[in-house]
């Protein structure tokens, strides 16, 4: 089963010549939705004040926090930079979409109210839209600090630039793209909507995976955020397994339905189409498994044992499911199934 890498631990980089600014910089709208961060948004709202890029916004929006956020935001010394507006509590989804109808600029830049910017990055942001105009979505590495999980020192992104091929091939195993320090043209969001307010998590995986074949994204090829991590925050949740895997899923189901198998899994010789289908069935039960939908899993391990036309065993006919659904929940590792899963493919010659 091939990894799902999130991000590279190496520094390589593709060598490029510095972009310059023109006289007509894009106007940047820093957009950070907030829920009782009083501990950490000051930190957030200065990392973003000291730029030393003059043509942006700060637009801040309280979606209802009951802690001190406000009178931390007022209290900041450069204020009148901040365009802080408090509403009542909605979820971040629809906070999300509100900061982009509130956006004046050309380009929206995401920063959580629980991380930093890099000093000096709006300035390489706006650098590399210049030499880059064909690009819609720009990101940038990421710096993990707070309570952080494992040895994790940084976050390398690999370069998509023109590679929309191969970022779909790897998108179906799980996001490869950062939500934090993300800036995207504006236009994007008119043009393929807004993000889906039934995600009340990844929402941000939800609307790449929209786009993924439709515009060009690009690194940066420097570090763009501080990203925080602490008890409260989906990063936290994330590492620690205690967020909910099915909007992963049914973003798994919605990629099915929009793009074909070919392209999400390249890998496999497509010109033995009926071996590629079984291969490529085994693979999405193998994914369904990964985000704990143990039912679609199942049928995709079906599937890929119906696939090939040849005669069947009754007894090769089903899986063992009810086996394999307690596996899952006993937290074996899904290479374990996948193992048991091809034995039985072998066990009645199903196996290419």
């Known amino acids: ?173 799980g996001n490869v793209l950062p939500n934090p320090g993300s800036m995207v043209k504006k236009s994007v969001y008119d043009y393929f909507g807004n993000y889906n307010i039934e995600f009340t998590r990844a929402q941000d995986t939800e609307f790449w995976s929209r786009i993924l074949d439709k515009v060009f994204f690009k690194n940066i090829n420097t570090f763009s955020v501080y990203y925080r991590f602490h008890e409260n925050n989906i990063s936290g949740n994330v590492f620690s397994g205690k967020c909910d895997l099915s909007f992963n899923s049914r973003i798994l189901t919605a990629m099915l339905k929009r793009y074909p198998l070919e392209r999400l899994f390249p890998q496999f010789q497509w010109k033995l189409h009926q071996q590629a289908m079984a291969d490529a069935y085994l693979e999405i039960g193998w994914i369904y498994g990964k985000w704990g939908d143990i039912d679609r899993s199942m049928d995709y391990y079906q599937k890929s044992i119906n696939s090939l036309s040849i005669d069947q065993s009754p007894s090769s006919s089903y899986l063992d499911k009810e086996n394999l659904k307690q596996a899952i929940k006993d937290e074996k590792l899904l290479d374990k199934h996948v193992i048991m899963i091809n034995k039985n493919l072998e066990k009645y010659g199903l196996s290419g």
Request: aromatic share 12%; proline share 4%; with cysteine.
């Open 1 to 173: 089963m091939k990894n799902n890498v999130l991000f590279r631990r190496d520094t390589t980089t593709v060598s490029e010549n510095k972009p310059s600014l023109s006289e007509h910089s894009p106007f940047i709208s820093i957009c950070m939705p907030t829920y009782n961060r009083a501990k950490y948004i000051k930190e957030a709202i200065e990392s973003a004040i000291d730029q030393d890029y003059n043509n942006f916004e700060i637009i801040v929006l309280d979606d209802g926090s009951t802690d001190n956020t406000e009178e931390i935001v007022k209290g900041i010394g450069n204020y009148s930079q901040i365009r802080y507006i408090k509403k009542d509590n909605e979820g971040i989804p629809i906070t999300r979409n509100k900061l982009i109808d509130l956006a004046k600029g050309d380009y929206i830049l995401w920063l959580d109210s629980d991380d930093k910017l890099f000093p000096n990055v709006l300035k390489v942001y706006a650098e590399y839209t210049e030499r880059f105009k064909d690009v819609s979505v720009f990101y940038g590495n990421l710096k993990p600090f707070g309570n952080i999980p494992y040895s994790l020192k940084e976050m390398i992104y690999v370069d998509v630039y023109r590679r929309n091929h191969e970022l779909l091939a790897h998108f179906v195993y």
